[in-house]
Each structure stands twice: as C-alpha cells, then as structure tokens.
C-alpha cells in the first residue's frame, strides 16, 4: 500500500510530558504514547527543557530548522546544526539547550526489540535510485522545492512538509527520487526483526 499523506492528515498533540506540541506524521498502531512500535514526528521547540521519556525505544532526531540545539543525553552533550541527527535511547535522561532560538526538529522513534530502523538524509539534486526490502519505508520531502518519487510506476509529487508511506507492498521496492534543484528528503526504513 502506498499512502501520499499531505499536511492536512497530520496529527497535532501535546507533547509526553505536556511541555510543547508534536505534530505526528505516522505511527503504528497503539492506543496511546506507550504502545506504539513506531512513530514519526516534528517538533516545535521554543525553549530548552527536558524531553520526554519513551522506556524502551530507540529514537533519532533531526534538527529541520533553526540555528541548532546542545543535547545533553546522560552524561554526554552533542551539538546538532541544520540537517544533523543523534541518535540515543528513549530511557535516557535527555535535555536540549537552544543555541540562538526556536528550533523545529524531525524524530523517529521505535522498538529496537521488534524493528532494524535505517533514517537517511538525501541532499544532492541528482536522480537517486534506491532498492529495498524494508517492511515499511517512509519519505518525507522537506525542500520547498516539490520532490517526484517514483514507485512501481507510480509517480507522486511531495510538496514541502509531505510524505510518502509505503508498506505491505512487493518484498523489493525500487524507489526512484527524481533530480530537483534543491533536494531535502529523508528516508526511513524500518525492518521487522
């Protein structure tokens, strides 16, 4: 199945803690925030503070927008420009400090019990040709520039902040991104174990 999802069929909700909103891109299914496997999201952060805690989970996050932010994660601190990720586990006592104001950031969280997770930034404006055999694989187009993806020849246009969630479909999927002036796209993939 392959699902064009535009911004209008986002979620926009609380954040765990109740500190900021999250606006949900994907997830699997779950009742609530404790029992999902997956979940795709963006986040608005307005000022520094801790995040939320998902025991259990694995989660990657992206700085989308914004000057930057020093995440301090356990006992060790990482600094995260435009377009950097980290990845670390849910159960850590993790907090950001805002280098130079708001920033907007891109996050994956999952079960590394139940899924392998491959998250990968696509920046050069030539064609790329990507083959795989993940249970679910997710593009989400954050030029401004549209972002054309072909797929069993289907093609989709992905305006700025629109995604594509493919899964269930054949065991190898090729996925072509056509060239573009400006390309910022990510991949996720995720396998289940």
């Known amino acids: 199945m392959i699902r064009h999802l535009v911004t209008t069929d986002y979620k926009q909700m609380l954040w765990k803690n109740g500190a900021g909103h999250t606006v949900e891109l994907a ?9 999902f496997d997956w979940r795709i999201s963006m986040a608005d952060v307005k000022s520094s503070g801790e995040f939320s805690r998902f025991n259990g989970m ?8 914004g000057p930057g932010i020093r995440l301090d994660i356990d006992d060790s601190s990482v600094h995260l420009k435009t377009l950097q990720s980290a990845q670390f586990s849910g159960d850590s006592q993790t907090s950001c400090a805002l280098t130079d104001g708001p920033i907007r950031d891109f996050n994956l969280i999952y079960d590394p019990g139940q ?22 694989v997710f ?7 549209p972002l054309d993806i ?9 305006k700025q902040q629109e995604s594509l969630k493919i899964e269930h479909a054949t065991l190898l999927k090729k996925i072509v991104m ?4 400006l390309r910022q796209a990510c991949l ?5 174990k």
Request: net charge negative; proline share 2%; aromatic share 8%.
């Open 115 to 136: 899924l392998h997770a491959r998250l990968q930034w696509y920046l050069e404006p030539s064609t790329t040709e990507i083959f795989s055999s993940a249970d679910l």
């Open 188 to 192: 996720v993939e995720l396998t289940k």
């Open 139 to 145: 593009i989400f187009n954050h030029s401004m520039a």
């Open 178 to 181: 056509k060239a573009g002036h």
């Open 27 to 35: 997830r699997s299914n779950g009742a609530s925030l404790d029992t």
């Open 58 to 65: 694995q989660r990657i996050l992206t700085v989308l927008q």
């Open 150 to 158: 072909e797929v069993e020849q289907q093609v989709f246009q992905l």
